[in-house]
């Protein structure tokens, strides 16, 4: 069936370092690519998102990339902070009504 | 605006019990959805509702079914709980799948 998969599932940075989460996807009509991140005991929250017709989107200290003919999208943050701890999530749709998450990356960002 | 509302936050049941999860919105989406999180397996769709007067099946249906009661509120029950049903649950709404999707707080459900 479709799916995203999502790598690493954990990921320790120093403060101040850069953290790549990449996942890819199965169904080549996807076309929106959201992340979300959740913190300790927290709903999750849209963070960024990028569309099909667009390579790279950025948000401040947050970039997300996607690759079409490979079929995988990176969130990338830049000078980490202890704040950007979480589990970060990527999704992808699975037709017009729904998303499919991946299994979600616990970072930490070690001061 | 509350957003997305559900109640309760917590619960305890014992195998066999049965209960209904509550969840509401109050931004006239037309999709809503319920979850269920586990450690390393990211958030599993159950059911969901794209419209109101329709449900549908997601990844992980068993052992649950789902009422869209109007356009605000879609309920999850739980007829006969089991202990894999421990986990915690999330309600979300959408206005399009190329929207943000909207997550309730949550509700952490223990089977015993």
Redesign the interface.
């Known amino acids: 069936g479709e799916n995203v998969e ?1 790598h690493p ?1 954990t990921l320790s940075v120093q403060e101040g370092d850069s953290a790549v989460i990449k996942c890819t996807y199965s169904d080549s009509a996807s ?2 690519f ?1 992340w ?1 991140k959740q913190e300790l005991g ?5 963070i960024i ?1 990028i ?1 099909s017709n667009v390579g790279e989107k950025k948000d401040q200290r947050i970039a997300v990339t996607l690759n079409k003919t490979a079929k995988h999208f990176s969130l990338h943050i830049t000078e980490t902070q202890p704040e950007d701890s979480a589990v970060y ?1 990527c999704a992808a ?1 699975l ?10 990356t616990l970072l930490a960002v070690q001061p | 605006n509350a957003g997305v509302t559900q109640t309760p936050k917590f619960q305890v049941l014992k195998t066999g019990q049965s209960m209904t999860l509550q969840c509401a919105q109050d931004m006239n989406h037309n999709s809503m959805y319920w979850y269920r999180q586990d450690p390393g397996m990211g958030l599993r769709l159950i059911y969901y509702s794209a419209s109101e007067g329709t449900t549908d099946k997601g990844e992980v249906p068993n052992g649950y079914n789902v009422s869209r009661l109007n356009k605000r509120e879609f309920s999850l029950r739980l007829e006969s709980a089991a202990p894999s049903q421990t986990s915690v649950y999330f309600c979300a709404s959408i206005q399009r799948v190329y929207n943000e999707q909207f997550f309730g707080p949550g509700t952490r459900l223990t089977v015993l």
């Open positions: 999502q599932s076309n929106y959201p979300y927290k709903r999750p929250q849209l998102d569309r999530f749709p037709s017009t009504n729904k998303l499919i998450f991946g299994t979600g």
